[in-house]
Structure formats: C-alpha cells, structure tokens
C-alpha cells in the first residue's frame, strides 16, 4: 500500500463519507479513491459492513402502528420501478445505520467526556485532598514543635520552682482588695524571679495593678499585673530588694508608685 492511499485512510474522510458527513469536495475524492484503489474500496465495504453489524445490533424495534402508516403512505403513491426500489431500499439501510451510528458515536463521546471529566474530578479532588493532608501534617509538626517548646519552658519552671534556693513568697491582698492573690518566686542564687497571679479583682478600664520591689527606700516597676496573666510568668530580679508591693495605678502603668493605692505587700527579708 503506497503512502497516498495510506494518508487518505488515516484522513477520517472514508468515515465521514459513510455516515455522510463530507461536504461536495470531500465527496468527490473519497468516491475517486473507492472507484480507483481496490485497497478503499475494501476498507469502505468493510466500514460498511462494520457499520451494518453495530446498526443491527443497537437497533430498536419501531412500534407496529409507524410500520403501517409507512406502508399506508406507500399505497397512497405512483409505484415506482422495483429497480429504483430496491436502490432506495438500499440507500435507505445505509442512512439508518449510519444514523444509529451516528447516536452511538455521539452517546459513546458523551460517555468518555463524562468519564474523562469524572476522572479529573477526581483527580483535582485527589490532589486538594493531598494538600489538606500535607498542610495538617505541616500543622501538625508545628504544634508538637510549638509543644516541645511550652514543655521545655514548663520543665524549666519546674525545676526552678523545686530549686531548694528558690524562695516561695504569697501576696494576698488588704481590706482594699481582698480577693487579691499572687505567688512570688525568687531564687537569689539562680538570680531570677517568677510571679503566678493566682486572681486579681477587677479594676475600671482606667486602672491596672502594678508590682514593685522596695529597694534602698525607692520603689522599683517589676511590671503590670493583668487578670488575663494567670499563669507563671518572669519578673525582673532585683537583688537586695527588701519587699514586693502591689499598688493601683492609672492605665499603663506609672513611673512612680501611688504607695496610698496600695493593696498589698509582702516584706522580702
């Protein structure tokens, strides 16, 4: 088989005539090839055959009542040779099965494109999927290393405060503010303080409590205390102080401690 006659077999255009698709020049070729190559005019009986078996096999019974109106509509005309009958049964067959090939080509694309879609679907979902799972292990790595660390400052506080240099002081709170409470932990040794603010009454918007440690008769700011803070948390250590005092002061704190606002103190020798 040569490479022209393979080309125009490869072309689609032997289909595309059979279920009659091709446009006038398209025609043309293909009829010129089947009458002058033996080789399309076999590919084309076998098409037609191929074509004939598929009809047969999808086809759906008419119901009787289209028969007989058929056959009615029939009888009502001129009669015609039964030689251009039987051409017009012949031609008749072949649009037949090349109509029910034509909606079994369309149904079965229509099945591909659905199946093909359904595939990258799933296959869009499948990666999504993929991405979710990452990210939460990335997540979940952070939290165990964001827990590792909570749990080294934990140990870390732990140790410290079962230090037996560390010296456990309670704060508690005057007839001003009763339901105060706080824990100071210092270790001279270690050089290091802690403060738990176990709970604080509450204070207009305006005001905050504020810590300070009684140094040489100056009162130096170890920081605000918030209710929020009920948790171990680092002060600043102030060596040779004398006593930890609690005072309220204005929003923000205050470079100067308000010792007629204080509400409680605890004398640190």
């Known amino acids: ?27 043309a070729k293909v009829e010129t090839y089947i009458s002058k190559y033996p080789e399309v005019q076999n590919a084309y009986n076998t098409l037609q055959l191929n074509l004939e078996i598929v009809a047969k096999k999808n086809a ?23 030689s251009t009958l039987n ?5 008749y067959k072949i649009g037949v099965a090349a109509c029910v090939a034509s909606i079994i080509f369309a149904g079965t694309s229509f099945m591909f494109y659905k199946q093909n ?35 080294d400052a934990v140990m870390q506080q732990f140790i410290k405060l079962n230090d037996p240099e ?22 001279p040794r270690e050089k290091t303080s802690m403060i738990d603010v176990v709970s604080l009454p ?7 409590y504020q810590i300070w440690a009684e140094l040489q008769g100056k009162m130096v700011s170890l920081g605000i205390l918030n209710e929020a803070d009920r948790q171990l948390r680092a002060i600043p250590y102030t060596e040779n102080a004398l006593a930890l005092n ?24």
Not at 87 to 91: E, F, I, L, R, V
Not at 124 to 144: A, K
């Open 166 to 187: 560390t010296y456990k002081y309670i704060i508690q709170g005057n007839s001003r503010a009763k339901e105060l409470k706080t824990v100071a932990y210092i270790n």
């Open 87 to 91: 051409k017009y049964k012949s031609w």
């Open 1 to 27: 088989m040569n490479e022209k006659i393979t080309t125009f077999l490869n072309s689609g255009l032997l289909e595309k005539y059979l279920v009659g698709a091709t446009d006038a020049a398209e025609t």
């Open 202 to 208: 509450k204070l207009p918007e305006e005001q905050c």
């Open 246 to 269: 609690i005072t309220i002061e204005p929003k923000g704190g205050n470079s100067i401690a308000s010792l007629n606002n204080s509400v409680a103190t605890i004398s640190l020798q």
């Open 117 to 151: 879609q359904k595939l990258n679907d799933y296959n869009s979902l499948l990666n999504e999927e993929n991405q979710v799972v990452v990210d939460e292990i990335f997540d979940l790595r952070s939290d165990i290393e964001n827990n590792n660390k909570k749990l």
């Open 60 to 82: 759906i019974e008419a119901p009787k009542s289209i028969l007989d109106n058929i056959i009615e509509t029939l009888d009502d005309r001129p009669l015609i040779k039964l």
